[in-house]
């Protein structure tokens, strides 16, 4: 990301500082910050296209009720080339409010079972109050006019989402706020239609495009902040409070841990900062973390292709059900990988894992509601090449039976199928690939597939006709072994 970038949008935020106001513990607050024109390319039909897309949000964290008060003001175009007559978003948190459809296990609950959940005071679709419809997770917004091929479109939400008291990637515990998938985010239009998420006990339930940020968040001075992109300004307050403003360009998604009594390793690379940040009383090692991160995405990038951010953090957050989970920029991994005597090899697996994750889910995004094995058996094959690499063995694992990746979430029966089908499976089918054409040239073809769909949301058919190119073959055999499955 150049200078001129940076100069440019740290100036837009401090002038428009004095804009920002609160009013008792309720975000009424425009953000008056607006990051510059992109010349990113775009997809014919890609809706919310990058480089168009703006989400401007206020948000204030109360502590004590452990409620985030939330201004969204969301700007884009109606690139699908269809009209309009309804937006759908997703609203995480509205996975939380009933005990018997949450996906976080009993477990987690440490205090029992609470309900959680997102409410909306006002939204308005291009200055215009609208109907609205909420569920499950979903919510569907009916403008009072439709929205035109080539249109502006502004969005604005006023909101509050109660937080639980849950170890888990949404949730509360020990001083530690963790917001994954915390805000209303519009979803993707194709030509298949909406891409409507359901909520489900395993996997992510997320199809989402990548967008610019400008986020600023109110919290107490004794807490400290954690999330996808850069602070470029900090405020304190004359009540105990402060404010702390972030931008981040073209990411897919926008995460924030926020904590009591953490400590941060960081050091700067020649293109990007790393940082680790841990509980004060965590006794594991974290320069050799720190040391092993770098490494990683170094391998990663030499690999596949640059990192594209100028940050990437590790936290490690009180989560169960997960133990570990990615964001752009950002991954929040089980505080249990700290303890005394943990496996130190899996949390070396599971950091790679989820670094990975960055370039695919990241940098390519795919549908991880329809075609989960896309990016997660990516990120297991990933994870375990780097550590063949760094530990010149062949302890890594190796292609297993064939099995049928075109599997949804809904069309899998338990945990333990997700994992064998998406992780398993899906790491399997590289290794396989790897033994048909070749370590160098699936390298070429993962090079390929990230120039090609790089901020941009992939299928099974664009990888495999990646494959089919690169290959020089036929490999329609190799794929009917994987595949119950018609190409688009």
């Known amino acids: 990301m150049g200078r001129k970038f940076w100069f440019i949008v740290i100036v837009a ?71 309009l007559s309804e937006l759908w978003f997703t609203i995480y948190p509205d996975a939380f409010r009933n005990s018997a459809a949450t996906p976080a296990p009993a477990s987690a609950y440490y205090a029992g079972f609470e309900p959680a959940g997102i409410e909306f005071e006002e939204i308005l679709v291009n200055y215009k109050p609208v109907d609205y419809i909420k569920e499950g997770v979903s919510l569907q917004l009916i403008p009072a006019e439709e929205i035109l091929p080539g249109q502006d479109i502004a969005v604005e939400m006023k909101w509050k989402a109660r937080i639980p008291r849950l170890s888990y990637r949404y949730g509360y515990k020990d001083g530690v706020f963790m917001l994954g998938h ?44 954690v999330s996808t992109g850069s602070v470029v ?31 941060a390793l960081k050091e700067t690379e020649q293109k990007y900062t790393v940082s680790i940040h841990a509980p004060d009383q965590a006794h594991a090692s974290l320069d050799s973390m720190l040391q092993e991160t770098i490494d990683i995405l170094d391998f990663f990038s030499c690999t596949w292709g640059s990192y594209p951010y100028p940050e990437f953090k590790v936290v490690f957050v009180p989560m169960q059900g997960f133990h570990g989970m990615e964001y752009s920029g950002i991954i929040f991994l089980s505080k249990e990988l700290l303890r005394p005597g ?123 006709q990646v494959i089919q190119q690169e290959a020089h073959r036929d490999m329609q055999e190799y794929f009917n072994s994987w595949f119950n499955y018609h190409n688009e």
């Not at 909406?194 to 109110?218: E, K």
């Open 233 to 263: 300004e900090t405020i304190a307050e004359d009540n105990g409070r402060q404010f702390i403003t972030v931008i981040a360009e073209n990411v897919r998604d926008f995460a924030i841990v926020v904590s009591h009594q953490y400590q």
């Open 182 to 225: 915390f805000y209303p985010v519009l979803n993707v239009y194709d030509d298949r239609g909406w891409r409507i998420s359901y909520d489900s006990d395993f996997g992510d339930p997320f199809c989402l495009n990548c967008a610019d940020y400008v986020v600023r968040l109110n919290i107490p001075e004794a807490y400290s902040m």
């Open 342 to 464: 943990a496996d130190q090899q899996q949390t070396r697996f599971l950091l790679a894992h989820e670094a990975a994750h960055q370039w695919w889910y990241g940098l390519v995004g795919n549908d991880q509601v329809r075609e989960p094995w896309l990016d997660e058996g990516l990120a297991n094959w990933g994870a375990y090449k780097y550590l063949n690499q760094q530990d010149q063995t062949s302890k890594g694992s190796k292609a297993g039976a064939r099995i049928n990746l075109a599997r949804e979430l809904k069309d899998m029966h338990s945990r333990d199928d997700y994992y064998s089908t998406a992780y398993t499976g899906g790491e399997s089918f590289w290794w396989g690939l790897e033994k048909e054409l070749g370590e160098e040239k699936v390298k070429q073809v993962l090079r390929r597939y990230l120039a090609n769909y790089r901020f941009q949301i992939a299928t099974t058919g664009d990888l495999l």
């Open 13 to 83: 935020v401090l002038i428009s500082s004095s804009y920002f106001f609160w009013n008792g513990n309720q975000s009424s607050t425009q953000v008056a910050a607006t990051l510059p024109a992109s010349n990113k390319p775009e997809t014919a039909s890609t809706f919310p296209a990058p480089g168009k897309t703006l989400y401007r949000m206020s948000l204030y964290l109360d502590i004590n009720t452990r409620t985030l008060h939330g201004t969204t003001i969301l700007t884009t175009n109606n690139t699908c080339g269809q009209v």
